[in-house]
């Protein structure tokens, strides 16, 4: 089951989880231009291992860049570990960032993680397709939403996750703005 508005925005955090079961948890940095795309690996994915990784997603995000004549913006990588898992967040610009990009971010962690990376069959990765068949158009509309959300700049922060096999994409409030905590009495 899928639930979001119909706002291009959290079309596009929803679709991108609804294509890729290996990415957990995505979120939007509208005013910080930022795209962040969160994994989680069974086991330790040590310094060496996350540098190697790192690497290989730079040249591999640069020569499609280059082959595709775009520009190629920032990409890092933060690691954390969750006993027993590490939770591994790619950041990429969101400028430079295209839906083929993810599709390879996505490809060479499933490549260099193997059976190690946590992932929940999205209906697009089955072969069965499911309800939500993922189809090539889908992919074009995934890369239109891309564009629509390239063009705000408003100060949103969208986080999409999936929560019992749901897909659920959530404008999360700043600190500022929240709610205070209830406090004991």
Request: net charge positive; charged share 25%.
């Amino acid at each position: 089951m899928q639930r979001w508005t119909d706002h291009p925005d959290d079309r596009f955090l929803a679709g991108v989880l609804q294509r890729y079961g290996d990415i957990i948890v995505i979120r939007c940095r509208t005013r910080e231009r930022l795209m962040e795309f969160t994994f989680l690996a069974d086991g330790v994915v040590g310094a060496g291992e996350a540098m190697r990784l790192r690497s290989l997603l730079d040249q591999a995000l640069a020569a499609l860049a280059w082959l595709t004549g775009r520009s190629y913006g920032s990409l890092h990588l933060r690691r954390a570990y969750l006993a027993p898992y590490t939770q591994l967040t790619i950041q990429r610009d969101l400028d430079t960032l295209s839906a083929q990009e993810i599709e390879v971010i996505v490809g060479l962690m499933r490549h260099l993680l193997g059976p190690r990376l946590v992932a929940e069959e999205a209906p697009g990765d089955g072969a069965s397709g499911g309800a939500w068949a993922w189809q090539p158009d889908q992919a074009d509309a995934l890369a239109g939403l891309l564009q629509e959300l390239k063009r705000h700049r408003r100060g949103r922060i969208l986080v999409g996750l999936r929560q019992s096999g749901q897909v659920l994409v959530y404008n999360e409030l700043p600190r500022a703005v929240a709610p205070a905590r209830p406090r004991p009495h």
